[in-house]
């Protein structure tokens, strides 16, 4: 993970594509803002089942341009007219139950704006994020999903 340089707006505040486990209050940190009347954090996790079916552990695996393209959506929320500050981090690697596999957290002037953007940029991400996930169910088969 990386913060943002110089040459990006300064309401992106944190950004990445990392095997490493990904903290969820650094994202809310990292979106602190005196003028912030709200802050939204999501953070999507590994649960312990799908359609009915166990799940074990997830596999994620991203395309080499995954951190250049969730860099690419989190500047278009960023740019949104009353978004103060903005951080999105996904994982790759094996996860387990219970790991974090997704953290946005957006600050804006009030609940209302924070909610709607931290919810339209997960579903942005979920949609244009060139991340693949394998799902091992707890029968022993797996299969691949959520390819954009």
């Not at 809310?28 to 009915?52: K, P, S, T, W």
């Not at 969730?70 to 903005?86: D, N, R, S």
């Amino acid at each position: 993970m990386k913060q943002p340089g110089g040459d990006v707006d300064p309401v992106l505040r944190l950004v990445g594509v990392s095997d490493a486990p990904i903290d969820a209050s650094v994202h809310e940190a990292a979106v602190d803002h005196v003028r912030a009347g709200a802050r939204v954090l999501f953070c999507g996790v590994v649960r312990e089942h799908d359609h009915g079916r166990g799940v074990v552990e997830l596999e994620y695996q991203g395309h080499p341009s995954a951190e250049q393209v969730l860099t690419e959506i989190a500047t278009e929320f960023a740019a949104e007219p009353g978004v103060l500050a903005l951080a999105v981090s996904h994982r790759v690697g094996v996860l387990q139950v219970g790991d974090v596999a997704l953290v946005a957290a957006v600050a804006t002037a009030h609940r209302r704006e924070a909610f709607d953007v931290c919810g339209r940029l997960v579903e942005e991400v979920k949609a244009r994020l060139p991340i693949w996930k394998r799902q091992v169910f707890t029968d022993g088969t797996d299969e691949w999903v959520n390819c954009p």
